[in-house]
């Protein structure tokens, strides 16, 4: 995973800025090969948890930490229960070019925030809507986005693409 260091705050839409759910996060190697994204506290220090609001902060103070200590990766959007937003990953979607090799229609048919993921190989897009039922059953069994973030999990975000 490549650590680009750079957040393109022009692209994330205000409404999303104005919420307290950020937190810094690190890329962690795991044994799989596959890093994790670890959200961190960018208020106090330590892991932030997606079910304490007290180890989130503002977008402006994620911000501000992840830019001045360059161990972070990047900045993630905290998604709740009652959030107006869901989170839609789309995995492995683009080629070493950033060209789509499946995904592209997912896409263009959504009108919402989309950025290029942090491993530069995939998508993730937040959509102001409810993650329905079936989501979770089509993800499982392999069709649709890798991932609906929805209620207590973490986006981590790069938008610098």
């Known amino acids: 995973m490549e650590n680009r260091r750079v957040v393109a705050v022009a692209n994330i839409p205000c409404s999303l800025r104005e919420r307290p759910q950020w937190v810094c996060w690190k890329s962690i190697p795991m044994p799989n090969g596959k890093p994790a994204k670890v959200p961190f506290n960018a208020s106090k220090g330590g892991r932030a948890k997606p079910n304490d609001p007290k180890t989130w902060t503002t977008f402006d103070k994620a911000l501000h930490t992840f830019k001045r200590n360059t161990s972070y990766t990047g900045i993630g959007y905290v998604f709740l229960e009652d959030d107006p937003y869901t989170g839609i990953d789309l995995d492995d979607c683009l080629d070493e070019q ?3 090799i499946w995904g592209r229609d997912i896409v263009d048919c ?10 530069g190989t995939g998508v993730k897009m937040i959509i102001e809507g409810i993650k329905p039922a079936w989501a979770t059953e089509c993800v499982s069994k392999g069709h649709g ?4 973030e929805k209620a207590k999990s973490t986006i981590g975000l790069a938008s610098s693409r």
């Open 98 to 100: 950033g060209e789509f």
């Open 110 to 119: 959504i009108d919402t925030y989309c950025e290029v993921s942090p491993s």
């Open 145 to 148: 986005p890798d991932g609906i």
